[in-house]
């Protein structure tokens, strides 16, 4: 097997893996992922994570044309701007609509600078600190304009009423990382008002420093 071929076979694995677990419905969420000649793989839009096909997988080449495949998602400004200014750290991205998240993204005492609470060591080693972002229409270009105004300083936002977007240096990366900002906003739902004992500034730098995390 090639390695598009084995790309295009985990983009549509680990896609059928969140839909299956209820990480996302309907036609919702969409996947990228970088090829070794610069180009991209990229999820149809209108498509169900449960049923994708490989062969039908959008195609991008490097300069950013697309090749082959169906029409690509209607959210590639969130992806493009992630690879324009991550460069080499971003092999991948994922946007889902996850429940958690976006009830998270909703509620008025969610810090907009870093929305996930420090409950667990591993929500800040794979994720650093995620910026919400406001509402924008689903695919307005704007959206794009919002993450390139970060300057590459955060791997993963929150947009407000509609889900996260993370970027990792692969695939698997970037799914692993989508899932713990789920299960952590899962975990702030159900200990809200409840004052849980949450990792202290030390225990926070201790992680930081130790794992290298991006923390700005």
Not at 1 to 19: T, V, Y
Not at 80 to 107: C, D, I, N, P, Q
Not at 168 to 189: N, P, Q
Request: aromatic share 6%; net charge negative; proline share 6%.
């Amino acid at each position: 097997m090639s390695s598009e071929s084995h790309a295009r076979e985990n983009i549509c694995e680990f896609a059928r893996s969140m839909f299956d677990r209820g990480l996302t419905g309907g036609a919702s969420g969409n996947i990228s992922m970088r090829l070794e000649d610069g180009g991209l793989l990229v999820t149809p839009t209108g498509s169900s994570f449960g049923r994708l096909d490989p062969s039908r997988l959008s195609r991008f080449d490097a300069a950013g044309r697309l090749i082959g495949g169906d029409a690509p998602t209607k959210e590639m400004p969130l992806h493009s701007a992630f690879y324009e200014t991550r460069g080499a750290k971003t092999g991948a991205v994922v946007h889902l609509h996850s429940t958690h998240s976006v009830a998270l993204s909703m509620l008025p005492d969610t810090d907009p600078d870093n929305v996930l609470p420090p409950l667990m060591a591993y929500s800040i080693m794979r994720l650093g600190k995620v910026k919400l972002l406001p509402f924008f229409r689903p695919g307005d270009a704007a959206m794009g304009d919002a993450i390139r105004g970060l300057a590459g300083r955060r791997s993963a936002v929150l947009l407000a009423s509609h889900g996260p977007v993370v970027a990792a240096k692969d695939l698997e990366a970037a799914v692993y990382a989508t899932e713990e900002l789920e299960e952590t906003a899962r975990l702030a739902l159900l200990t809200r008002g409840l004052k849980p004992r949450m990792l202290d500034s030390a225990q926070i730098r201790d992680i930081v420093d130790h794992f290298d995390v991006e923390w700005d």
